[in-house]
């Protein structure tokens, strides 16, 4: 009985009564998501702690493959997460049977339904995304890639778009799909020395194909491994027309400005533009040093692009 009991309700560090959910986000996307926790500074007033709540809920999320010992115990936080979002909407259909798990982002993301129409949808469909993700761990195509980004960052913002009230928009809507796209492929490709360290190659199996990458060689020599180079290449080549097209959909529509209700959702292709660019400075070697380092100037390139309006 005591192990059945475990299984179905898995354990997540305890918390203090004592927290702060909004402290608690904010000072959890700056640990660990500090591009994000940037871009929070653009989020002024009252939407700032929902932002915060969002980002912590999707970087907790994205944490979960990296941070469990085996399968099972991802399996089992995933499914508390599954079963907070059903929970924090129930609550917040005013249910009152129902209430939010004593967990704090979970109790902030509970606080953020309060203050805009956030759809369960897009938090059920990171769930069930990262599910995945921690289940297969590996893309067949590129095309399975562009779905898995689809379904999480992509969802993020869709979410920020609506914390704006400006979920109804198809143009936000189709550039926050592709620059979501553009975000999952460049923090992929930041975090391959992390993964192939853990024996992990998450690339495109047909973009591995195309240039002859074999997994062993890149978990031994990283940078050196045979193909590897090109590979990535073509995979910062996917993200950035993601990125370029994001972008088009403000030229053709508004003039190549975004509109400044918007604008913060859209800060998110800053940090995707600095990482590329680095990289191509790199020669597309993904295990270069230097990208691991924090690029001090994002901080004043946010700022620049807020004040244009442009990303």
Same mark, same amino acid.
């Given at each position: 009985?005591?192990?059945?009991?475990?299984?179905?309700?898995?354990?997540?560090?305890?918390?203090?009564?004592?927290?702060?959910?909004?402290?608690?986000?904010?000072?959890?996307?700056?640990?660990?998501?500090?591009?994000?926790?940037?871009?929070?500074?653009?989020?002024?007033?009252?939407?700032?702690?929902?932002?915060?709540?969002?980002?912590?809920?999707?970087?907790?999320?994205?944490?979960? @493959?990296?941070?469990? +010992?085996?399968?099972?115990?991802?399996?089992?936080?995933?499914?508390?997460?599954?079963?907070?979002?059903?929970?924090?909407?129930?609550?917040?259909?005013?249910?009152?049977? +129902?209430?939010?798990?004593?967990?704090?982002?979970?109790?902030?993301?509970?606080?953020?339904?309060?203050?805009?129409?956030?759809?369960?949808?897009?938090?059920?469909?990171?769930?069930?995304?990262?599910?995945?993700?921690?289940?297969?761990?590996?893309? @067949?195509?590129?095309?399975?890639?562009?779905?898995?980004?689809?379904?999480?960052?992509?969802?993020?913002?869709?979410?920020?778009?609506?914390?704006?009230?400006?979920?109804?928009?198809?143009?936000?809507?189709?550039?926050?799909?592709?620059?979501?796209?553009?975000?999952?492929?460049?923090?992929?490709?930041?975090?391959?020395?992390?993964?192939?360290?853990?024996?992990?190659?998450?690339?495109?199996?047909?973009?591995?194909?195309?240039?002859?990458?074999?997994?062993?060689?890149?978990?031994?020599?990283?940078?050196?491994?045979?193909?590897?180079?090109?590979?990535?290449?073509?995979?910062?080549?996917?993200?950035?027309?993601?990125?370029?097209?994001?972008?088009?959909?403000?030229?053709?529509?508004?003039?190549?400005?975004?509109?400044?209700?918007?604008?913060?959702?859209?800060?998110?292709?800053?940090?995707?533009?600095?990482?590329?660019?680095?990289?191509?400075?790199?020669?597309?070697?993904?295990?270069?040093?230097?990208?691991?380092?924090?690029?001090?100037?994002?901080?004043?390139?946010?700022?620049?692009?807020?004040?244009?309006?442009?990303?």
């Amino acid at each position: 009985m005591i192990l059945l009991r475990s299984i179905r309700q898995p354990r997540l560090r305890a918390f203090s009564t004592n927290v702060d959910p909004a402290a608690y986000c904010e000072d959890f996307v700056r640990k660990h998501d500090y591009d994000s926790f940037l871009i929070g500074k653009f989020w002024s007033g009252p939407l700032q702690q929902p932002y915060f709540a969002i980002k912590a809920f999707s970087t907790e999320l994205a944490m979960i @493959q990296d941070s469990v +010992s085996n399968a099972t115990i991802g399996a089992m936080r995933i499914q508390f997460w599954r079963d907070a979002v059903r929970d924090i909407f129930a609550a917040s259909s005013l249910n009152p049977g +129902s209430f939010p798990p004593r967990h704090p982002i979970a109790l902030a993301l509970h606080q953020a339904t309060k203050a805009a129409d956030l759809p369960a949808y897009y938090f059920k469909r990171i769930v069930d995304a990262r599910d995945t993700e921690l289940r297969s761990g590996t893309y @067949q195509s590129s095309e399975g890639l562009v779905a898995h980004a689809e379904s999480v960052a992509s969802s993020v913002l869709y979410l920020l778009l609506a914390l704006r009230g400006l979920g109804g928009s198809d143009t936000f809507a189709h550039a926050a799909s592709h620059l979501g796209t553009a975000q999952t492929i460049a923090t992929l490709v930041r975090g391959l020395p992390h993964h192939a360290a853990n024996r992990q190659l998450p690339l495109p199996l047909d973009i591995s194909a195309r240039h002859g990458v074999k997994q062993e060689e890149v978990f031994r020599h990283g940078g050196d491994a045979s193909g590897i180079d090109g590979a990535v290449y073509d995979v910062a080549v996917l993200a950035n027309d993601h990125l370029l097209t994001a972008r088009d959909m403000f030229k053709e529509e508004l003039g190549g400005k975004v509109p400044a209700l918007a604008m913060p959702v859209f800060l998110a292709g800053v940090p995707v533009t600095s990482f590329l660019e680095r990289l191509e400075k790199c020669n597309f070697d993904a295990f270069n040093k230097s990208l691991a380092l924090r690029d001090w100037r994002v901080s004043w390139r946010i700022y620049r692009a807020a004040y244009h309006r442009t990303f």
